[in-house]
């Protein structure tokens, strides 16, 4: 008997009136778990009872204690007829489970139903009991902890990263069995509910098992959705990325603390083992020290590099200076082949991550991506899922040789996803190729401090600026053994060195040397599902980039619908990809990042949507413009038109620039063999479709051999195809957009920040729709949905809209629905007074200032907690000139204080960080499903009255489950299911929501400072050293 | 291409004062989007007019949601729906909770717990108090703020409305149309301040808005002042003493003496009865301040006279109610010298 669950029941408040005739309730509340319930005392006549409860215990198996939710309902006591429920809370206590998280569960939860919504709150106390016992055959997998987070949590490293774990189960959907005929909408959608949360439950528990089954203790970039498949089921699958995680220690916790000590020291009060005397004893760092005892040397890795920060100054071993060209070759083979024999224990080398340790990413190859057509049939065997599981595998198969194809042995950025209609359902997976560091991928091979990046977001630097070059690998071996010489150039382009073959490419590319380093060879155009990683190198500022496209399709049935379909496909991809590639030239830029592209699936029409952040990357040579041309010369008017046509495109390039400040540097000319590339189109995207399995299709999107950049009027739809180009509108003064983390160029982030979901839902009214007024439609609607955004959050200017999601569903016939969720988050406008901010964000200010004499000092600071080498005397010497700042902040180190506020605050962020924050702690992961119903639709103030107060539920139950688990904001939120249906004749409606994220506890960096927090124009900085640091 | 559906919901509720102020002001939405039109929005953020459109409705939702909490203020504070900053909170509840005073003005007196007015949501939120703090011990003012969240000052004008409504006085008369709406707060406030049974007894059994029976049956023994011949003589001879050469309008005093006495007794006298209550400020405008004012006494003669009027007293022989006394027209001095004004 490994646990035992104890649930207190105290009180609840703002009941609902239940009797009617003396507008009070007689309220108590069932506590149910697995088959064992318990009922509270009947409080009668308030609407505010006190309980009170004993302790309830229920006595568990710790696979029940995963599986199950605890489900508690406060019920109206009827003494002649049945009792009639109030409403639930589902409490998921998981996060109660593993030693690190939440250790009670504690607060107001508001009682839901499915019906009427929100109808008070109860509060709850839960607490677990757990009993060791190792050696159970283990059907459990207690212990393992689960992120959505897609990169290595603050407050973490990773000792190993295994890989790909994947799961799914099924079971027959509750909504369409027999009983639903007679049962209330109500009890049918409390059975939907229980069921998801017991398959998720059952889910994370099965994955978990595979996860300790390849020694690792965590899943990072953990994803789970729901596909309602109608009649044949209901299909809950989760994908995520096995990890060993370190939870840091006081130690490495400190190190970065010399150059940002306002904002780590708030490791401390958080800190399971505090040890105060490691702050005492300055700068040294033990855990480096380990680390590098634990690494023996390999010769082919330089583990001693891992701290080069300072290339200049720090001798390398086995750097064979001056001959990394020649060595590029051999390396590259044996880094190769460690990869690959690393990788290839793994059925499939996917990562689900989006933003990795530094070194861990060598090379990008593109973006991959693979989809299938298929018909749903009924799941006749619950218990063994193999259909779905085949399809997977077999769409994960197509995704990995097209990585091989791009001379990759792994892909990250990896997503899956589905869209249904009726009986079709389309499987999508993408990701990007990647060559990877294959001592992140073994055991006890780990050096170094893998922390992944600083509570506050590095963001990007310009030209000029590096953040600790982690130099693993032998591609940036060149270009530091490069820097060696030549200190201003230093890398940050070594993932976008092609890692194909040069002569037996994939696909038509054009290849030049690289811009940053000109020892490798680079792409003209990079597109990536990934983050930009925190040491490229961009120029200017990023921004949202989307391509839009509808296709109209015939209604038909089963096969024949698929049929259409897969033939639909690739020219959608297609147009979605020439689009991108259009629009990111018009923006003078080079590459995409976070590239997701959505096919949606209605009954008469497919629809792709493709966001992206594009950027201007330094390695990358500058993008050629957009020529058109006409087909038919010798037509005066006509070529005028073309002349007029070409002179808007070339005008919206030139302020595209200006606005992004795209301002690469002119190189000189002196590169060999490396002349401007002529413009000239060329894809990375590789990619699939198969209706049944049995073939694949490889595109070539290069345009053939023609100049791609080149774009032909023939008809009146490229026309249209062009002017439809020019109609996005860049966002109004003040504001920036992109669909990644962070935003490229802007990095000096105000803590204020807006997270928010619009969902809109619009009638495509056309009698005789054509794929072109299609287009135009769409293209408005989400045009105007980013500016009603714009207009909504004006007051938060200088502000960027990051993380913008973008989900499309095709709910009925000309029904579009678009669903956003994104956080606004302000910035300060003036760098220059930042006086606030710690050094470390002060140097990467500084670095996009491009002004390189002031980069080498900050340099040198920020890439300390990267690197491990804390004999190096140029660090030591940096480390004492920061340390009595970081003891002043230690010695005036205050305790947060709790708001006053009744209901305590929680932030929530599609993000993994807060601006101006610390996460000092991780508490769990938040998976919830909520379905609301209604029967009057127009009281409620018709669809949009329904859904808004949904949605506001939603959150609020979130926010609550956050607060009483002890946390203060959930980072990673995704709103992954928004499934909206409506029946106005019947004035029904109907919706379900899934949500997910990472609750934490996070500590503003103000409240541990020295000084009272002051405006940041005022602020003086603290000690005279710290002027130093920072100027 | 129409938007049937069209939402935006914020971890943060938004909360738009211009928009609320026109929500409040009972503007449709049409009329909400004409107006911030006028307001030169479009021009400002170069916006669309759907933008503008779907912005409002977006507020217009948000606000009827919070309504009902608003109804109840600390449920705005302890709900979780919304996640809405203190100040913020503090603003909904003020700018939901604010009249107009010409309105208020007129509602004063009547009766606030029959619905005669429902298409005012002011008035709603008159009954909404009154109904409230009705049963409510203690001191009323207090009372609202603790049950509305209300900011002292308007706090204290909705205690007056609700001491207004309980008993009834009567505001309507045309010689009482120069007074304001604050002039009657502030009678109010004195009245409750220095008669309710919380000005005595934090305990009091009887609410703040209702004026205690027992000082009222209390008041009928200070009539011996206008009774007693002798005592009037007395008490005109030691206020005349005391004013002579102090006082502009002293032989309009000493003539008027008598008459003024009888009205400010009579007036405290006649509280027991509900009719005669009602008279209450049409007595002190009719008796007091309108012969003062054609005698054309300055405020400061009014003040200088009532000051010794309720002083003398305590040098009367035989006269055994002077903390009574000084109790009753502590209030009766400060609403008349807040009423005499033209």
């Known amino acids: 008997m490994p646990g035992k669950l104890k649930v207190k029941i105290v009180a609840g408040r703002h009941l609902p009136v239940m009797d009617r005739a003396s507008d009070l309730t007689d309220a108590f509340v069932e506590v149910k778990f697995g088959n064992t319930t318990f009922k509270t005392d009947v409080y009668p006549k308030s609407l505010n009872p006190q309980w009170n409860s004993e302790w309830f215990k229920f006595e568990v198996d710790d696979e029940e204690l995963q599986d199950e939710p605890l489900q ?55 607490k677990v009991d757990l009993f060791n016992d190792l050696n159970r055959f283990r059907q459990s997998s207690c212990g393992v902890k689960f992120f959505c987070t897609t990169s290595i949590p603050k407050c973490y490293r990773a000792v190993v990263i295994h890989g790909f774990v994947e799961e799914l189960v099924v079971n027959e959907d509750p909504e369409y069995q027999w009983i639903d005929r007679i049962r209330t909408p109500r009890a049918s959608n409390e059975a939907r509910q229980r069921l998801i949360s017991l398959m998720s439950g059952e889910l994370q528990r099965k994955i978990g098992l595979k996860v300790l089954e390849m020694r690792g203790n965590a899943v990072v970039g953990y ?89 200049s100054l720090t001798p390398k071993t086995g750097m064979g200076s001056g001959s990394a060209g020649k060595e590029g070759g051999p390396f590259k083979t044996l880094l190769r082949q460690q990869t690959q024999s690393a990788l290839e224990q793994r059925e499939f080398p996917f990562f689900t991550l989006t933003t990795f ?30 259909t779905r599981d085949a399809w997977w595998a077999e769409i994960r198969q197509e995704i990995k040789s097209h990585a091989k194809a791009l001379g990759c042995h792994a892909v990250v950025g990896y997503s899956e996803s589905t869209s249904i209609c009726e009986e079709v359902c389309i499987l999508s997976a993408s990701g990007t190729a990647a060559v990877l560091n294959p001592r992140f991928l073994q055991d006890g091979t780990m050096e170094g401090c893998l922390e992944q990046r600083l509570s506050w977001q590095p963001g990007f630097f310009s030209i000029g600026s590096e953040k600790g070059e982690v130099d693993f690998f032998p591609q940036s071996q060149d270009s530091s053994s490069l820097l060696g010489i030549e200190e201003a150039s230093p890398p940050g382009c070594g993932f976008c060195h092609i890692p194909y073959d040069e002569l037996n490419m994939p696909f038509p590319a054009h290849l030049t040397y690289c811009y940053n380093c000109r020892k490798q060879k680079v792409p003209d155009v990079l597109f990536t599902t990934i983050d930009l990683p925190v040491e490229a190198v961009v120029v200017g500022k990023g921004c949202l980039i989307q391509a839009r496209l509808c296709r109209l399709k015939k209604k038909a049935q089963a096969e024949a619908n698929a049929t259409s379909i897969s033939n639909l496909l690739p020219f959608m991809e297609y147009e979605v990809h020439t689009q991108l590639m259009n629009k990111l030239k018009l923006r003078g830029m080079n590459a995409l990042f976070g590239l997701r592209i959505q ?44 002349s007029h046509m070409q002179k808007k495109i070339n005008d919206t ?38 209706e049944s399995s049995d073939e694949v299709t490889e595109l070539d999107l290069s345009h053939g051999k023609k100049d791609a950049f080149v774009l032909e009027i023939d008809d009146t739809d490229a026309m249209e195809d062009v002017h439809s180009l020019l109609t996005d509108v860049p966002p109004p003064s003040g504001f920036y957009s992109c669909n990644t983390e962070i935003m490229p160029g802007i990095n000096n982030w105000t803590p204020e920040i807006q997270m928010f979901t619009a969902v809109r839902v619009s009638r495509l009214s056309n009698i005789n729709p054509t794929n072109q007024t299609l287009n135009k439609n769409f293209n408005d609607l989400c045009e105007n949905l980013l500016k009603s955004l714009y207009f909504k959050l004006r007051s938060m200017v200088p502000c960027c809209l990051c993380h913008v999601n973008f989900t499309v569903a095709l709910p009925e016939d000309e029904l579009v629905q678009i669903a956003v969720t994104a956080v606004a988050i302000t910035y300060d406008k003036n760098q220059a007074l930042q006086a606030n901010k710690a050094p470390t964000e002060k140097s990467q200010q500084r670095a996009s200032t491009d002004n390189e004499e002031q980069l080498q000092f900050p340099l040198e600071l920020s890439s300390d907690p990267l690197s491990s ?82 949605i506001a539920e939603v959150f609020a139950m979130v926010r609550a489950h956050v607060a009483a688990l ?49 405006p940041p124009a005022a602020a003086p900085q603290p000690t005279g050293s710290a002027g130093d640091v920072t100027t | ?93 003020q700018r939901y909770y604010a009249f107009d005073e010409a309105l208020a003005r007129e509602l004063l007196g009547k009766k606030l717990s029959k619905g005669t007015k429902k298409e005012l949501d002011e008035f709603d939120n008159f009954k909404r108090v009154f109904k409230a703090v009705e049963e409510l011990r203690g001191p009323l003012a207090e009372n609202i703020q603790q049950l509305f969240l209300l900011p002292p000052p308007l706090a204290r004008d909705y205690a007056a409305i609700v001491f207004f409504a309980n008993s009834r006085f009567e505001t309507g008369k045309r010689r009482l149309q120069f007074l304001s709406f604050g002039d009657f707060a502030a009678c109010a406030q004195s009245m409750m301040g220095h008669w309710s049974q919380g000005a005595l007894a934090p305990e009091a059994a009887e609410p703040d808005g209702d004026l205690p029976k027992s000082f009222l049956q209390d008041l009928k023994e200070l009539k011996v002042l206008v009774s007693d011949k002798d005592l009037l003589d007395q008490h005109k001879s030691l206020v005349c003493s005391a004013l002579r050469g102090k006082i502009s309008v002293y032989n309009e005093l000493e003539a008027n003496f008598k008459a003024l006495s009888r009205a400010l007794v009579n007036v405290g006298g006649k509280l027991t009865h509900a009719r005669d209550v009602r008279d209450f400020f049409v007595d002190l405008v009719e008796k007091v301040i309108e012969p003062c004012r054609s005698d054309k006494w300055s405020l400061g003669d009014l003040r200088l006279f009532l000051t010794h009027y309720t002083a003398a007293p305590r040098n009367l022989p035989g006269f055994r109610h002077q903390a009574l006394w000084e109790r009753y027209m502590a209030a009766i001095t400060a609403c008349l010298l807040r009423m005499y004004h033209d």
């Open chain 1, 966 to 1014: 002890g946390g203060n904001a959930v980072v990673s939120y995704i709103m992954k299911q928004c499934v909206f249906m409506e029946n106005p004749n019947k004035n029904q409606a109907q919706c379900l929501i899934n949500v997910s994220g990472d609750a934490v506890i996070f500590v503003r960096e103000s409240e541990l400072e020295v000084l009272p927090v002051q």
């Open chain 1, 869 to 950: 080498q804390p004999f190096s005397p140029a660090k030591a010497t940096s480390l004492e000139k920061a340390s009595p700042l970081a003891e002043g902040y230690l010695r005036h180190r205050s305790v947060p204080s709790g708001t006053n506020s009744t209901v305590s605050v929680v932030k929530m962020t599609p993000l993994s960080f807060l601006p101006g924050a610390k996460i000092t702690k991780y508490l769990g992961i938040i998976n919830m499903f909520f379905i609301r119903e209604t029967t009057s639709l127009r009281e409620e103030g018709g669809v949009s009255g329904f859904l808004h107060a949904f």
């Open chain 2, 1 to 93: 291409m129409s938007s049937d559906l069209d939402v935006f919901v914020g971890n943060t509720t938004l909360i738009d004062e211009e928009v609320y102020r026109l929500w409040l002001d009972g503007h449709s939405v049409a009329e909400a989007v004409a107006r911030r039109l006028r307001g030169g929005v479009l021009e400002r953020e170069g916006t669309s007019v759907a933008v503008l459109q779907s912005d409002t409705r977006d507020h217009y939702r948000t606000f009827q949601m919070l309504e009902r909490l608003l109804h109840a203020p600390p449920r705005l504070l302890q709900q979780l729906l919304f996640q809405i900053p203190p100040e913020r909170q503090a603003l909904l509840v």
């Open chain 1, 223 to 311: 994803l789970q959705c729901f596909d309602l498949e109608g009649e044949s089921g209901l299909v809950v699958r989760a994908i995520g990325t096995a990890c060993t995680l370190d939870k840091l220690s006081n130690t490495s916790a400190f190190l970065p603390a010399c150059n940002s000590p306002s904002k780590e020291m708030k490791e401390i009060p958080f800190n399971e083992d505090p040890n105060p005397n490691t702050y005492s004893s300055g700068p040294s760092t033990p855990l480096k020290n380990q680390t590098y005892s634990f690494s023996p040397s390999k010769s082919y890795s330089r583990q001693s590099s891992s701290s080069d920060t300072d290339l």
């Open chain 1, 357 to 386: 340790p530094p070194g861990f990413l060598v090379h990008v190859g593109g973006v991959v991506s693979a989809r299938s057509v298929k018909l749903l049939d009924r799941i006749h065997n619950p218990d063994e899922p193999e």
């Open chain 1, 653 to 690: 390039i030139a302020k595209n620039k200006e606005l992004y400040e795209i301002n690469p540097p002119e190189l000189p000319e002196e590169i060999i063999g490396s002349p401007i590339p002529e413009p000239r189109q060329r894809s990375r995207l590789l990619r699939s479709q198969s």
């Open chain 1, 599 to 642: 096919i949606t699936v209605g009954e008469n029409m497919l629809m792709g949507l493709a966001s992206a952040t594009g950027v201007y990357l330094a390695a990358l040579p500058t993008p050629g413009g957009i020529q058109i041309a006409g087909k038919t010369p010798n037509d005066g008017t006509y070529e005028q038109h073309i």
């Open chain 1, 72 to 126: 508690i309902t406060v019920l109206d006591h009827d003494t002649y007829s049945a009792n009639d429920a109030i409403g639930k809370v589902y409490i998921d206590i998981d996060p109660l489970l593993y030693s690190e998280a939440a250790t009670v569960i504690s607060g107001w939860f508001p009682i839901y139903d499915t019906i009427h919504g929100i109808r008070g709150e109860i509060n709850v106390v839960v």
